[in-house]
């Protein structure tokens, strides 16, 4: 198996595994319908056709800009600025497809806007899976890998989709992380979370794969690293620079429902191991203060 070097907060300088991501389909073969044989009956009497209303005219695809040969490779470090604000970001409506791209694409500011970075299928030798946003006229938003609360636009092609059944929400007055499977609550831990000045960064972001623990007090047990990056880069130790927000197991449970990180998730060690076990890269992660709360019962 190869192995590419990247961080999350809970891992500096260790290599990310290689996810061996073995995709399933499944193939529909159409048959023909069956039809009742036909049944004679008395002649149609002349009856004046109704009038037809005119087709629909065809959503216009915007035409995708031609992408300079030195725009910058979304990496694990800090993506390009200039993308636009995911306008949903609190939003925890399940986000159930993820865009793979085939080839290296260019990632532009809106349908038929400006290319400002180019996304390959891997980011430091992982297979990169975004959950998509939005479409719009033929284009889809995805979550921008490497940054936070954005999105970036990306024309026809180039790209496959798959299907995403899972969704984490965290909840930070709570101290509360919840997998939900298809819309509904599996299980839910308590959590400790990014101390004052480091805090966990709110709004949606993603898995994007998985790096073994680099030291005994993650508990042994391999870590998530997300999407997200610190909101204030210079807050973080400087070892730490240039990490990102991960999902992470300790060497004791002793700090959950705290404010005792770096940014990073912390949860029990069975909780990251079934995580580990059922979530996939590309499952869309979400962060806010706390949810709504349900409407009235009559």
Known sequence: ??????????????????????ATGWALTPGAAPTAPPVAGPPASPTRAAPTSAAPTPERVPVAAPAPDDLPVVDYGPAPTGFPADPDTLDTTPLTAGLHPTRRIAAYTAPGGRPLAFLDPTISGVELTMPIAQRRAGWVAVLLPSANRTLAWLPPGGHTTVALRDQIVIERKAYRLTWYRAGRAVRSWEVSLGQRGQETPLGRTFVLGRTPPPQSVYGGVDIFALGSVPDDPDSVPAGLRGAHI?????????????????????????????????????TEVVVVDELPAPPPTA
């Open 1 to 22: 198996m190869n192995r590419r070097h990247v961080r999350a907060l809970a891992a500096v300088g260790v290599p990310l595994l290689l996810l061996a991501a073995g």
């Open 246 to 282: 991960g999902i992470h197991s300790w060497y004791h449970d002793g700090e959950l429902g705290k404010k005792t990180t770096n940014g990073c998730i912390r949860l029990t060690k069975s909780g990251q191991r079934e995580l580990l076990a059922e979530v996939r890269p590309g």
